[in-house]
């Protein structure tokens, strides 16, 4: 018998209708982290063709910073990655500090450090429990919400706000530490291991969890780097590359962590890089906690720093420094600077561009939720439409940050 | 109470006094091979800037993505910026470049007139150029010349004039749907 004989209607072909049909995944879809439309030119069940449509969040808050004094800058930043506040302060002030020329104490510097790794651990956290939502597993979500919960109590004892802190200021903190802050913390910071080792029980020994993570939404190390992904996004393509070792900020440079690198390229590389960084973020933040020593938070700057409230009691010339700082800020030397950090999403870059008044004449946030979803299209292509969940999932964006 | 105002005061000589600081040694270098790409070159609060004619960047930029000496193969990010409406030129598209493999920095930096906001497309470059020049054309009107999909990306497709220029307000006074 050869094939010859079977009549050629009945032959099976791959692609039954031979047709192709566009439909719009969001705004309003649950797995878009947000408001997200997806067009989708699908073949079947396969994607052809992945364009994102963004825009929906736009507040105009780079138009916002230039009609605002710069301490005034720091709230609207609070609300681009609502996931990783600190690191958004953290970015913008060390942007004007470097126009300012300022120098931050040590004790400032390593509650900087520790309150972004805890900062870093609830954006991962957040990313981990929706990420195996999209995919079907739902207990994890509810035990990543119980840590991060502890995470947003702590930040809310330092800065009165859980989601949107302002914690940084341009030449320190707002202020110290509350009292019994370092025993909540080292208490946190106990038992989080464990938690990390019940995340990796709940999800990478399952085997449902692998299948639709290995092998998904590949790419390479050097279309990486040509798309400008940063972060667990380009670690996860075997790129060793982390902005506080490359560039380091903060003293950075003095603490002892690894890099997770994985080579995969997949969803589940993603997914690696992210549960090792939680553990690497933990060992930093332990670190800093046990370098904690007492000392000034602000730097030594009365025009740019707001005065001790005991102190604008007492000295005429500290309530002189508040009112003018208050009421008609402080002038920056005219000048760009460029700041990246390590964010908990990648490169955060600011740049700011002062012509010497109160106010910036342009800032501009190089958000890596922003440039890591361009690379959408590239992974998602040739995959079927329930991946692009998961590839989504594992990119970790954040809309408010993408569409500012 | 005095070391503030010094502190403040510091990097302003730096940035003003530029013309006179010793070069960047890749800078120096870039400017043996391909002296009519720099127009001008400033050093400031510990970054370099290279000011790039238009129609240049595209061959300096492919040029630094591959030179052994600076390896910038990382496009971080491309902005714009308005100087300001009485200010000639006064657009200025900047890109700021990254090495994964030697981790330094640089800003090239292409001023624009009004009249005239063409400047050719580094997408065939680098592919993330895409989005960010995609949002400088958005923000600011600036065309570039050979991007494979010049639309709008963050506001509508019907939106009037570009919201980050400095003549364009803060505040509407109507609604967008009524335009």
């Not at chain 1, 069940?45 to 364009?51: D, P």
């Not at chain 1, 080579?263 to 553990?279: F, K, L």
């Not at chain 2, 990010?77 to 920095?105: M, Q, W």
Request: hydrophobic fraction near 40%.
């Amino acid at each position: 018998m050869s094939s010859a004989t079977i009549p050629p209607q009945f032959e099976i072909v791959d692609r039954p209708l031979d047709t192709q049909m566009t439909i719009s995944m969001g705004p309003q879809h649950p797995s878009t982290h947000g408001v997200l439309r997806l067009e989708l030119v699908l073949d079947g069940e396969m994607v052809v063709k992945a364009t994102p449509d963004i825009g929906y969040l736009h507040t105009g808050m780079e138009k916002l910073f230039e009609y605002k004094k710069y301490q005034q800058g720091i709230v609207i930043t609070d609300r681009m990655d609502y996931l990783n506040p600190l690191g958004n302060n953290l970015a913008y002030v060390m942007a004007g500090e470097k126009l300012l020329g300022l120098e931050i104490p040590v004790r400032a510097q390593t509650i900087r450090v520790m309150m972004c790794e805890l900062q870093r651990i609830a954006s991962h956290l957040v990313w981990l429990g929706t990420h195996a939502l999209d995919i079907g597993a739902m207990t994890v979500f509810f035990y990543c919400f119980r840590e991060r919960e502890k995470i947003l109590n702590m930040i809310e004892a330092a800065s009165g706000g859980r989601l949107t802190p302002s914690y940084f200021r341009i030449g320190g903190l707002m202020m110290d530490l509350p009292a019994g802050f370092e025993n909540r913390c080292k208490q946190f910071l106990d038992n989080f291991p464990g938690a990390v080792d019940e995340f990796h029980k709940l999800l990478t020994g399952n085997r449902i969890f692998q299948r639709r993570t290995q092998g998904i939404g590949q790419i390479s190390a050097e279309d990486a780097i040509d798309w400008g992904l940063s972060g667990p996004c380009l670690r996860g393509s075997g790129v060793n590359l982390d902005i506080r070792r490359a560039n380091p900020y903060c003293g950075y440079e003095n603490y002892d962590f690894e890099v997770p690198v994985e080579t995969d390229g997949d969803v589940w590389a993603r997914y690696m890089v992210r549960m090792r960084e939680m553990r690497e973020s933990h060992k930093i933040a332990t670190q800093a906690l046990s370098r904690l020593q007492p000392g000034p938070v602000k730097a030594d700057a009365p025009k740019v720093v707001l005065p001790d409230r005991e102190a604008m009691k007492s000295h005429m010339d500290a309530l002189i420094h508040h009112f003018l700082i208050v009421a008609e800020g402080f002038d920056v030397p005219a000048g760009e600077v460029y700041h990246p950090i390590e964010a908990s999403k990648g490169e955060l870059g600011v740049y700011m561009k002062s012509d010497g008044g109160p106010k910036p004449s342009r800032v501009h946030f190089r958000g890596p939720s922003f440039v890591n979803l361009s690379a959408l299209p590239v992974m998602s292509e040739g995959e079927m439409v329930a991946d692009i969940v998961a590839i989504i999932g594992s990119l970790d964006v954040v809309l408010g940050e993408i569409d500012r | 109470m005095t070391s503030g105002p010094e502190n403040i005061e510091q990097p302003t000589e730096q940035s003003t006094g530029s013309e006179s600081t010793p070069s960047h040694p890749l800078v120096t270098a870039l400017q043996r091979e391909h002296p009519e790409w720099i127009g001008e070159v400033i050093h400031a609060f510990g970054e370099t800037t290279i000011i790039v004619p238009r129609e240049h960047i595209v061959a300096a930029c492919s040029f630094l993505k591959t030179w052994p000496e600076g390896q910038f193969n990382f496009l971080s990010d491309i902005c714009g910026a308005d100087r300001g409406v009485e200010e000639e030129p006064r657009f200025e598209v900047n890109y700021h470049l990254f090495s994964t493999t030697k981790y330094h920095r640089v800003r090239l930096k292409v001023l624009l007139n009004e009249e005239d906001t063409h400047v050719p497309s580094v997408s065939g470059v680098w592919r993330t150029a895409n989005w960010h020049e995609r949002e400088t054309f958005d923000m600011f009107g600036v065309i570039f010349d050979g991007h494979p999909d010049l639309r709008r990306i963050l506001l509508p497709d019907d939106w009037q004039g570009h919201a980050l220029r400095k003549d364009f307000p803060l505040r509407g006074y109507e609604p967008y749907s009524l335009k």
